[in-house]
């Protein structure tokens, strides 16, 4: 007999007829004996609709009273599952997040959770009940009701999963796991069995929208075994994992993210002079902005260009501040784009093989795809390339990598 914690998002639980389904699911697992906690999102859409109602009253809520509202999405399906469960016999009991006492810093919107209690669900548990938990909210110390940020529901799962020392956590969502790369784009693109924490925490913050970081970083830290499964087909999904031995039979390339959030920066003409760097970069995280790729050029007469990326949504301001700086500087001037796309290849395999990121540049040579900018960590190589050519990119690089499914009847 096992206890697993079972997350399921805002898709799996969008209508009537959805939960349901989760609730005959839920039983499955019942009748088989395991103990369940389940971790539920809101409707799909609903957190959606809460903020807006908000943003009606006031452009900025206060974010105690936002808290107080976008809390309720999930307080609905819990009710909702716990009466499906026990309308087929199955006795549930839910809990928000207070009620469990899922204590969380009073950062509200992204608080962290400091502590779980898990006295009350352990004596459901023990007669027989499944624990289903409303997701993405906790309660500070002074009794605030407080939410973990968007897509925080699969951070309450892993929590949980940790405080409980579940013998799995398994996240049900709208896809069958972990892909190569993101399926609309390449049809091509595989179900991955396994993939290490590491790989999954460089995906997530390259752009691939399975889980949210948070969750995975928490896993990886407590080591919290998480799988990620689609909610009503059947299949093994993804297995998030810590070891890296039993994954040496993966290519070296694990997969590709991309995303276009970010816009480019460029200063021209700055003296190459000590202290440059932080005299532009300063002002801009004075802003509280925050800066992805940098690249600073090899001077010339004296002078550099120096470029970086940021957030889309931090563009416009980010283009301000710069433009102050360079006038401080005396710089030559300042040029933005916000046409840009990011494309990562991600793998653990990177560490013990040499010219990977020569193999990336040459295929995306053979495309003829101008590379404005690289970066690179242990596991992973960026590259930022125009935005019209992304989709071209990513199809070359899942080719070039051997990351390709075979077509049907090869
Ligand atoms: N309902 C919240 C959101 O939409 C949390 C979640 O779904 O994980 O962000
Ligand atoms: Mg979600």
Redesign the pocket.
Known sequence: MALIVQKF??TSVGSIERIEQVADKVKKFRDAGDDLVIVL??MSG???RLIDLAKQISDQPVTRELDVIIST??QVTIALLAMALIKRGVPAVSYTGAQVRILTDSAHSKARILQIDDQKIRNDLKEGRVVVVA??QGVDEHGNITTLG?????TTGVALAAALKADECQIYTDVDGVYTTDPRVVSQAQRLDKITFEEMLEMASLGSKVL?IRAVEFAGKYNVPLRVLHSFKEGPGTLITIDEEETMEQPIISGIAFNRDEAKLTIRGVPDTPGVAFKILGPISGANIEVDMIVQNVAHDNTTDFTFTVHRNDYQAALQVLENTAVELAARKVVGDTKIAKVSIVGVGMRSHAGVASRMFEALAKDNINIQMISTSEIKVSVVIEEKYLELAVRALHTAFELDAPRQGE
């Open positions: 998002g805002g999102s809101a609903e957190t959606n999405g999930e997701g993405f968007r897509g925080g529901s699969d949210q």
